[in-house]
């Protein structure tokens, strides 16, 4: 009995033995992972039916060290918004010299390296969250698309597009974030077909455009001359 009882003492429970420890990580790192986690959960499900427990699950962390790190749900919620958007605005930062529709076609294939490296991101970012994308969350999703406005303009050399061409452009931006949601959801497209697609759509709406709108039919005679050259 006694030998049996030391025996218990010294050995561990099988349970504790295969438990895996958990990696010391830098802050910023276990930052980094516990908002992957979040992303890709965001994306598959409505914020509302995530948990500070799920996030800290797919991390493999503690509930407690979430809370350390973002105080709640929507703090990491916002957090891991922001750190997509950030993301996905400096994968689109032009390099310059080329050609206005050469720099559209290839800030569409960065846009779409972004979409196909960091999928959960992207789609929390446009699907994920409040229907209404009210508040912080609409600010960010509204931010980006704000400062892609801005992009393609100095991109195509306009320094103030009129309604027309407004409404034009960010038309075109929504079918970009829609395109990139049907692909994630589908890829029954070959991608390079689809930005190819995306830069044709470009001149067909500025073509649409030019029937009413000077400025318009200006950008697009100047997109087609400079393509030509």
Known sequence: MGSTSGG????????????PARRRLSVD??????MAAALELFSRREAEDVSIDDVASAAGASRALVYHYFGGKQELYVAALRSAAAQLEARLQPHGGGRPLEELARGLTRYFDFVEEHAAGFEALLRGGPANRSGEIGEIVDGVRRRLFRLITRQMRVEEPGPALRVTLRSWIAS?????????EHRDIERRALERMLTEHMVALLGVAANRDPQAG???ENLVHDHAR
């Open 8 to 19: 218990g003492r010294r050995g561990k429970p099988a349970a504790e033995s295969a438990r």
């Open 29 to 34: 790192r276990r930052r980094e992972e516990l």
């Open 176 to 184: 970009v974030e829609t395109a990139g949601l049907d692909w994630l």
């Open 218 to 220: 200006q950008l697009l």
